[in-house]
Structure formats: structure tokens, C-alpha cells
T-cell receptor
Framework: GENVEQHPSTLSVQEGDSAVIKCTYSDSASNYFPWYKQELGKRPQLIIDIRSNVGEKKDQRIAVTLNKTAKHFSLHITETQPEDSAVYFCAANAPYGGSQGNLIFGKGTKLSVKP | EAGVVQSPRYKIIEKKQPVAFWCNPISGHNTLYWYRQNLGQGPELLIRYENEEAVDDSQLPKDRFSAERLKGVDSTLKIQPAELGDSAVYLC????????????FGNGTRLTVT
């Protein structure tokens, strides 16, 4: 089945710097890759997603890139702000059988943005 | 629109006791998921429903866990008896359908088993 690896597990940046979080997936048939942000004690919230028919997607300070050949995708946050501090999870869909459509999550990256 | 609603928010029980969690998905969302999130980890799927049918329960520990989604709307997840290792946050999520629609999560139920 699908396996998602996420790096780094923790990331500390200075306010205004960029942050990059990387994920790899195992099943080349996966075609949907969302990113979720989870603040302490709160629900995971979708911040951006990308489908396999595009290589990059942007939404203001957030962008996601996808390399299907290498089976990895990355989250880029520019001009980081203290309110970006949270745990970020990547995910990939399981493409086959009874698990089709299920999201497999990475273990998360704790991002700390220092003022 | 109202989001996914879960209750209770917190639950503390002694081991071997039963516990139940309730979820009300976003109106019109046919697909409902129960995830378990251990501390410092990503959510892990327990069971997925399409309307009232459980279409993937392969990761549900069926000896002690059970779930139902009567009438294809609200859902309950039950653990009986609870074990110390069941301490986690139990997240419910819903989506419009299976075509890679975004998942909307509830706030979760934080279970502590003592």
C-alpha cells in the first residue's frame, strides 16, 4: 500500500524567512496530494492541495510542487509569520482497491517561526 | 456552513471501561471517516463510510472497536473494553465524495485511558 515519508520532523525559521517541507510517496498511481495545518489542540485544516496533472500550485504565500517522476512533493511557505507556527501534514491518496480514496498521512513537521 | 461536529471534546476513563464518540458530518457529505491520531503522529484511518456502508474497515481493531452510521448521517465509534494504548485523539472527517474531495475534520475527542 501507499507509504508517505515527511521531512524534517521539526523546522525552526526566523520570521520573514522561507520554510520548505518535503514528502515522498511510494505508489506512483497516487494522484492527489493535500497539505494540512494543525495548530495545537485544534483540528487539521486543509491549506493547499495538488493533483497529479499539474506540477505546481500557489496560493498567496503558500506553494506546493509535485515531481511525479521522483515521487515527491513539497510545501513552500514564503515570508513566514509567527502565526504560521503549527504542525504541517502532507498526505497522498491510496489509489487502489478497498482503500481507494483514503488519505495516507505523513508523520508531520512542527514548524516554529521565531519573531 | 457548520463544520464537522464531534462530542465529547475530552474523555477520561479507566481501562476496561467502554467509551463512545459521536460525529455529525457536514450536511450533504456522503463520505465519513474516523481517524486516530497518536501524540506526535499523523492521523491514521480506522474506518470509512460511504453513506451508511462501511467500505473500508481494514484498520479497525474489530475485537474491541465498533462503529455505525445509521441513516448515513451521524456516526458513533465505540471502544469496549478500552486499553491504555487507546489513549489518543479520535478525529472524524467528512467529504463530499471519493473523487479526491477535501477532507474536513472535526475538533476530535481526546481520550485518556488510565
Amino acid at each position: 500500500g501507499e507509504n508517505v515519508e515527511q521531512h524534517p520532523s521539526t523546522l525552526s525559521v526566523q520570521e520573514g524567512d522561507s520554510a520548505v517541507i518535503k514528502c515522498t510517496y511510494s505508489d506512483s498511481a497516487s494522484n492527489y496530494f493535500p497539505w494540512y495545518k494543525q495548530e495545537l489542540g485544534k483540528r487539521p485544516q486543509l491549506i493547499i492541495d495538488i493533483r497529479s496533472n499539474v506540477g505546481e500550485k500557489k496560493d498567496q504565500r503558500i506553494a506546493v510542487t509535485l515531481n511525479k517522476t521522483a515521487k515527491h512533493f513539497s510545501l513552500h511557505i514564503t515570508e513566514t509569520q509567527p502565526e504560521d507556527s503549527a504542525v504541517y501534514f502532507c498526505a497522498a491518496n491510496a489509489p487502489y482497491g478497498g482503500s481507494q480514496g483514503n488519505l495516507i498521512f505523513g508523520k508531520g513537521t512542527k514548524l516554529s517561526v521565531k519573531p | 456552513e457548520a463544520g464537522v461536529v464531534q462530542s465529547p471534546r475530552y474523555k477520561i476513563i479507566e481501562k476496561k471501561q467502554p467509551v463512545a464518540f459521536w460525529c455529525n458530518p457536514i450536511s450533504g457529505h456522503n463520505t465519513l471517516y474516523w481517524y486516530r491520531q497518536n501524540l506526535g503522529q499523523g492521523p491514521e484511518l480506522l474506518i470509512r463510510y460511504e453513506n451508511e456502508e462501511a467500505v473500508d474497515d481494514s484498520q479497525l481493531p474489530k475485537d474491541r472497536f465498533s462503529a455505525e452510521r445509521l441513516k448515513g448521517v451521524d456516526s458513533t465509534l465505540k471502544i469496549q473494553p478500552a486499553e491504555l494504548g487507546d489513549s489518543a485523539v479520535y478525529l472524524c472527517a467528512s467529504s463530499l465524495d471519493l473523487s479526491n474531495s477535501p477532507l474536513h475534520f472535526g475538533n476530535g475527542t481526546r481520550l485518556t485511558v488510565t
